[in-house]
């Protein structure tokens, strides 16, 4: 079979999208890597060549090192639970028969809401005067929380609020990976005596696995950089509980005009992104 040569219409067609693409994403990133090593204390015409200093007063920050287990918990504990949430979910409507694309419909209305909006209802549902959720605690006796205002709960109560949010996802990546499953080795397990725990565990988890891996690495990418719920809540408050680096980096920038700061921040997360978007690519390749 002859291969004919390659015509340079489709290139030529896309080359304008991707030069304004490749000139969109390569100057921002080069200016941040740039003032990473620059002081902005004379304004941005004026920059001074500070060297590593920006890297290693952030370093030595205990701000930072808060700010770095804030974002830690915040990723982790929304992957874990919208991870096994979904998979509960997944597993119920791949066992509905009837009416499923109704079920379906109602589990991912949550992910359909502007995470601004979803912010900004949580908040008028928490809020410790007048918020709903106190009021029906407050119907078995229990005393009014301070879910967005206490150091201890505003961590949890905005990962349960990104949970409530992205488990939708989770569950539509999961629930079409058990639809792909072959029915061959379920039949086997059964005809051998398992019972649906053992189908389950031995059958199921390993065969949905390589979809497991990518739910859990595109939700972890999402976690990671979450911003409009936590600032529309908290604004990274109550003190520092639910800064993460991302607001960390917001608020330096544009509210204390440090752009080497937010810079720095800024690089990091590109480098811990670029690191999970190469384990997303292996992941892909198997």
């Known amino acids: 079979m002859k291969h004919g040569r390659t015509k340079p219409l489709p290139y030529l067609l896309t080359l304008p999208i991707t030069v304004v693409l490749f000139v969109l994403l390569l100057y921002p990133t080069i200016y941040a890597i740039t003032l990473c090593f620059q002081s902005t204390g004379g304004g941005t015409n004026r920059l001074v060549f500070v060297g590593l200093q920006n890297f290693i007063s952030l370093f030595t920050s205990n701000e930072f090192w808060s700010n770095s287990l804030n974002t830690l918990l915040f990723t982790a504990g ?3 639970m919208s991870f096994i949430l979904g998979l509960g979910l997944a597993l119920i409507l791949n066992s509905i028969g009837k009416g499923v694309a109704i079920y379906r419909t109602i589990f991912i209305l949550p992910i359909a809401v502007s995470p601004v909006v979803t912010g900004l209802t949580w908040n008028m549902l928490l809020n410790p005067l007048y918020g709903v959720v106190n009021y029906l605690i407050g119907l078995f006796g229990i005393r009014p929380l301070g879910w967005t205002t206490d150091i201890a709960l505003a961590l949890p109560s905005v990962i349960m609020i990104d949970v409530w949010q992205w488990t939708p996802f989770m569950m539509l990546i999961l629930y079409a990976g058990l639809q792909m499953l072959p029915k061959e080795p379920f039949e086997a397990a059964l005809i051998d005596g398992a019972s649906p725990f053992q189908c389950f565990w031995s ?24 911003f409009d ?9 109550p003190g520092h509980a639910t800064e993460t680096w991302i607001i960390r980096a917001y608020l330096e920038s544009f509210r204390f005009h440090r752009l080497e700061v937010g810079a720095v921040i800024g690089v990091i997360m590109l480098i811990v992104t670029l690191i999970i978007c190469k384990r997303v690519v292996r992941v892909l390749d198997q």
């Open 78 to 80: 929304s992957i874990i």
């Open 229 to 237: 719920v936590i600032y529309t809540i908290t604004k990274g408050g």
């Open 203 to 226: 059958v199921t988890i390993p065969l949905l696995k390589p979809i497991m891996a990518i739910a859990l690495i595109f939700r972890g990418l999402e976690a990671f950089k979450a």
